[in-house]
């Protein structure tokens, strides 16, 4: 179904966008 791709995005979205802000910490 289209549903479980909607939140396996989400969560990839999710995930890249968590691990962007770790590293903006870890660097900053």
Do not use: R
Request: aromatic share 22%.
């Amino acid at each position: 179904m289209e549903f479980q791709f909607l939140i396996a995005s989400f969560l990839a979205f999710t995930a890249v966008f968590l691990a962007i802000k770790l590293g903006q910490a870890l660097y900053d």
